[in-house]
């Protein structure tokens, strides 16, 4: 899945145009039924793509906890943390229509290259695995 860094301004223009207008209070909303699907379906970490950590922190400062945090990607691209979150929404959008499952991401950083880049969670991989087995 290619994946090209919003800037702020694309995504508080998506946000606007999706009826945003106070993002601690969205912030907070997305988190808590964020935390609801990934309980039900772990797999689903897999849709935010390189924004996973950054939610993952976000998720555990809210007070849902997801296992031991690790932070093997620091994107640095943003100063304020819904807009990781947003972009990681944006993606995942995306990610569920068109590629279900999928864990592979070509990083494109708006020049010419790009990188590839695998996400994997063993904490949100072996709940995956659990929710199957006992299903």
């Not at 972009?87 to 290259?113: C, P």
């Amino acid at each position: 899945m290619d994946v090209y860094f919003p800037s702020k301004e694309e995504i508080d223009k998506a946000l606007a145009q999706n009826g945003v207008k106070n993002k601690v209070e969205w912030q907070q909303n997305i988190l808590k039924g964020m935390n609801g699907v990934l309980k039900s379906d772990p797999v689903r970490y897999r849709a935010y793509g390189p924004y996973w950590w950054e939610i993952k922190n976000m998720l555990a400062e809210a007070g849902f906890e997801f296992d031991d945090f690790e932070k093997p990607l620091d994107l640095n691209l943003f100063d304020e943390n819904y807009l990781y979150l947003a972009a990681g929404v944006l993606l995942a959008m995306d990610w569920v229509d068109n590629y279900f499952g999928e864990n592979k991401f070509e990083l494109h950083s708006g020049q010419e290259e790009s990188t590839c880049y695998v996400l994997e969670d063993s904490d949100m991989e072996r709940r995956a695995f659990s929710t199957l087995a006992l299903s």
